[in-house]
């Protein structure tokens, strides 16, 4: 909200996406955000949700530099980031860093899991095998993993436990935001939450931001100080967690927060009657 | 090679997948490679040449004129004659008959014999694929010419016996090549549908993976067409080949060889005839491969699109008098839902226990002793954690379980018959006719290469015995019933023009196609976004309703339990731990772990500071504890736990259930 003090600013971030087209003259485009805009201060959590096709990984992908912007800026402690001009410097690569949906597909199955992290920080420019294996075990450790996970191949361990490995690369460097574009996704009820105490845990001690992609609102309640909702492209409606929740302003909100399936059995027949209500009615 | 017994997520899509639906998109591409283009002419070309020679040609192949024996270019031969006087221009254009007439058919004497070979060896896997592989190594080491020599040698020479030499030098890659499509495709879940719908092994190899080839054969065919070209050449040349009288390059090479010293020109002619023809189909392979697996630039759009387009509103549309003919069953009103009905359950498993072999001869379960029940109308739930044996236990039941993974013991009772011990065949009308099955991933479980209207009509074709006419017309109503909007339209469809949720109702119009009595969801429903799972959710509860169908719902969402089942199975580590009335399960679970499960769960109405969670991990298989399998994650345990396997009793596998009924029932609520 204070722009003063935003470690993130979107503001008005439109992108086009190329649809092809051999010649200048006939490159079609499809506009896949609009004039999205929000803040994320430091050390907190911003839950972006959305079905499919809403634009919400592109809009990680956009802070992540790996999707072209059209239009708008994206400032990143008070830098924009279209002054880079084409090379990303190393430093935005250390302050900003991303977990994936897919751990084991984010991790190269023919690599030891350690050199993920021991990678990173050669990439970053921190000397020494030793030294690099040393910080890789300490932030497997701080992950919840063991030093003797270091050595193992990927298809050796489960996906919870590549999550951690994902989310050890990312935090090793210390980085002061993290893209998290459905990072639990892929995860079991008892690792989700175990992860997604562990990101909590994480920003405690670390202060890091959190922009949180996902489409489940359960999870991104339960880890969001504030929420945007993405619809199409566009910001329909953002707030903190509990407005969201409690008060949504937004038809669209209000119709994805009557999907979500709820976490019990009661008054299931009555939501039911009303869903096909609702849909009857939209017909 | 190794028995992998994990249960991932259906792989994503390769490229090669789309290709029959993106024919006409590759030759799109193909149009903006100038190289190919190029290619093509070339041989478009040569092949008109060799087809008109006698137009063309100025003189017959075999015309001789002594008295211009060994000439250089004249006017009367451009190209210059042999030492017999023939015309080198009319040789090098009749040659282009020979040469196009042996590489076609050596092409397709290696596929019909490596083609078959590949997709037995990777379609049958196991000792087939094992000796079969190393049989294609030890052919492959042989040298291509070396074969040509033998075959020569033991057949003689002519046009006949050189097709058929080339064709064994080249089969070994075709074959390859097929196996190693035939191993990808084999494990995807839309070939394991094509099964569950019932269809023979003949008709899974020949409609669903053979179309898969259709790229790379062709990008490999004209490759090979132009090495045939050259084995020919240098056959030829060697005087291995064709006869004297047959004209072809390479034995023109062999005779400018002769007389390399006084008149090199000789050998230009039928050089450039091979570099030129051989270059054009290499260059037209890649630019074949280039296009085929070129990225589908569409796909975006697509996506942007089907969201643009308003969700079909509404639950399910009302069945036509057709559907309701056909399900007398239907519209019975449905008894209510939390009391388990005494009449003889639709599915039952008793006692099943799967089981994996291990590559060290070591046996390793998977699915423990689990007895289960659904009836008639029933909406049960499996839930569980990856690892927890859920999905190999649908597996089972639907006798699909993977290579290395077989049922231990237990019975599975269709009806009352039991289903276990069927041959291969009865499994398939069961499967086809009295089980449906509708898998995560929708698109993958789809057939690419086959139109909706077509994979809807096979199995009723199949099953019900219909005519032509009549599957069109039921898998019209089908689709219909699930929701499709203008039907008709969409059976001529291929499944990327669905989006997920509307092809994830046509896999379910496709499970129930055979009118099944129990159509089992596994996981049906978690790769859709929250609008469109409700949709399919609500659906599956309507279908229920009107067809009284037992329904089994395989999750690992609480919410689609808590939404949609009557009765719910807890799955941990391959055991059941718990079964109960989905009311009572969620207000008072008994086991520590359903217990811990619910408080887990961060749902969207209910807001906790910090989310319990379990510690550790689900034990995998071949490490379960001899007693309890939570036990070494269970805040509950005791010294008894760890002793001995834990029964279940009274619908919970725990030692403790009734002693910390009161704590357990408060760790779900904390």
Redesign the interface.
């Known amino acids: 909200m204070n722009t003063t003090q935003a470690l993130l600013e979107v503001r008005d971030l439109t992108v086009d996406y190329d649809l092809g087209g051999a010649a200048a003259w006939r490159r079609r485009t499809t506009t896949v955000l609009q004039g999205v805009g929000f803040t994320i201060a430091p050390g907190e959590t911003y839950g972006l949700v959305g079905e499919s096709g809403s634009g919400k990984s592109t809009t990680g992908r956009a802070v992540l530099r790996l999707a072209d912007v059209t239009g708008g800026s994206i400032r990143f402690d008070g830098t924009d980031l279209a002054t880079f001009g084409r090379e990303t410097p190393l430093s935005y690569r250390r302050d900003v860093q991303a977990v994936f949906q897919d751990p084991a597909a984010s991790l190269n199955p023919r690599h030891r899991v350690g050199r993920a992290v021991t990678d990173a920080l050669r990439r970053h420019g921190v000397r020494g095998q030793r030294v690099r294996e040393e910080r890789a075990a300490e932030a497997f450790e701080q992950v919840g993993l063991q030093r003797a996970h270091l050595d193992r191949y990927p298809a050796e361990m489960s996906g919870g436990q590549l999550q951690r490995v994902a989310i050890a690369r990312a935090l090793v460097l210390r980085p002061r935001l993290v893209v998290c574009d459905e990072a639990v996704s892929a995860l079991d009820l008892s690792t989700q939450s175990q992860i997604i105490n562990l990101l909590a845990d994480l920003q405690a001690q670390t202060g890091v931001s959190y922009l949180f992609i996902a489409h489940d609102l359960g999870v991104v309640r339960h880890i969001s100080d504030r929420i945007g909702v993405l619809r199409r492209g566009v910001l329909v409606e953002e707030g903190t967690t509990h407005e969201i929740f409690t008060a949504p302003r937004h038809p669209y909100t209000r119709a994805l927060l009557a999907a979500s399936p709820a976490s019990q059995p009661a008054g299931r027949e009555e939501r039911r009657a009303r869903r096909l209500a609702v849909r009857a009615a939209a017909a | 090679m190794s028995a992998a017994v994990t249960v991932g ?1 259906p792989a994503s899509a390769s490229p090669l997948r789309r290709q029959a639906a993106s024919l006409a998109q590759a030759w799109r591409r193909l149009r ?1 490679q100038p190289a190919t283009v190029a290619a093509l002419v070339a041989l478009v070309l040569i092949a008109v040449a060799a087809a008109a020679a006698p137009l063309l040609a100025p003189f017959a192949p075999d015309e001789t004129d002594f008295t211009a024996a060994l000439s250089g270019p004249t006017a009367e031969h451009p190209l210059g004659t042999d030492d017999l006087g023939r015309d080198t221009l009319s040789r090098v254009i009749y040659s282009a008959r020979t040469a196009l007439l042996v590489a076609g058919g050596s092409v397709l004497v290696a596929m019909l014999i490596g083609v078959p070979l590949g997709l037995l060896l990777g379609y049958k896997g196991g000792w087939y694929d094992r000796l079969g592989s190393r049989g294609l190594d030890v052919a492959d080491a042989l040298p291509g010419l070396l074969v040509g020599f033998v075959v020569i040698a033991v057949l003689g020479r002519g046009m006949l016996v050189l097709i058929v030499a080339i064709g064994l030098i080249f089969c070994m890659n075709f074959a390859r090549m097929t196996r190693a499509v035939t191993l990808t495709e084999r494990k995807k879940p839309y070939v394991e549908a094509a099964r569950v719908s019932g269809l023979p092994h003949r008709q899974v190899v020949f409609r669903q993976v053979l179309p898969n080839l259709a790229g790379p054969l062709v990008v490999q065919g004209a490759v090979f067409l132009g090495s045939a070209i050259k084995v020919e050449s240098a056959l030829s040349f060697l005087g291995l080949g064709l006869d004297e009288s047959q004209p072809s390059w390479g034995g023109m090479l062999g005779l400018a060889a002769e007389h390399q010293a006084d008149h090199p020109f000789m050998a230009l002619p039928p050089g450039i005839a091979i570099v030129v023809t051989v270059l054009a189909f290499n260059v037209l392979g890649d630019g074949l491969n280039d296009a085929l697996s070129g990225r589908r ?2 796909r ?2 697509r ?2 699109r ?3 387009r ?1 969700q ?4 399910i549309p009302p069945a036509s008098a057709a559907v309701a003919e056909q399900h007398p069953r239907a519209e019975r009103p449905v008894a209510a839902a939390q009391t388990v009905r005494p009449e003889p359950a639709a599915l039952e498993l008793r006692d099943v226990t799967v089981v994996a072999d291990r590559p060290t001869g070591e046996t390793v379960p998977l699915v423990a002793d689990v007895a289960l029940t659904v009836a008639r109308g029933e909406v049960l739930g499996l839930l569980g ?3 927890s044996g859920k999905s190999m236990l649908a597996k089972a039941a639907l006798g699909l379980l993977p290579a290395g993974v077989r049922l231990g013991s237990g019975s599975v009772l269709l009806h009352g018959r039991d289903i276990a011990g069927c041959s291969d065949r009865e499994l398939r009308e069961v499967r086809g006719r009295s089980l449906g099955v509708v898998f995560q991933n929708p698109q993958a479980n789809l057939s690419p290469v086959h139109t909706v209207g077509r994979q809807l009509a096979e199995p009723l074709r199949a099953h019900l015995g219909m005519s032509r006419v009549q599957a069109r017309e039921r898998a019209a109503e089908l689709l219909d019933l699930v929701g499709v909007d203008d039907p008709r339209r969409r059976l001529g469809q291929y499944p990327y023009q669905f989006s ?1 949720g509307m092809a994830q109702r046509v896999a379910i119009a496709i499970a129930l196609a055979g009118e099944p009595d129990v159509l089992i969801a596994d996981e049906a429903t978690s790769a859709l ?7 399919v ?2 659906l599956l ?1 309507d279908l229920r309703e009107r067809l009284d169908m037992a329904v089994v719902m395989i999750t ?5 339990v ?2 949609t089942c009557d009765r719910v199975a807890v799955m941990y580590a391959g055991q059941i731990v718990e079964t109960g009335a ?2 009572s399960l ?2 008072r679970p008994r086991h520590p772990y359903t217990a ?3 408080a ?9 500071d ?5 510690p550790g ?2 034990p995998l298989a071949g490490e379960w504890p001899p007693g309890c399998h939570f036990a070494g994650r269970c805040p509950f345990v005791r010294p008894e736990c760890t002793a001995g396997p834990v029964p279940l009793t009274d619908h919970v596998r725990c030692v403790r259930a009734a002693e910390i009924a009161l704590e357990v029932s408060e760790v779900a609520h904390a």
Do not use: K, N, Y
């Open positions: 997520r903006h630039p569409t975006r759009r996506a942007a089907s969201a643009a308003p079909r509103a509404g639950g954690e990856s690892g997920g976004d929250v609008t469109t799972q409700s949709q959710l609500d509860l690992h969402d609480l919410g689609v808590a939404e989905v009311r969620f207000d811990a499960l619910l887990a769960h961060p749902s969207a109405d209910r807001d906790v910090r989310l319990p969670t379990i991990r689900v």
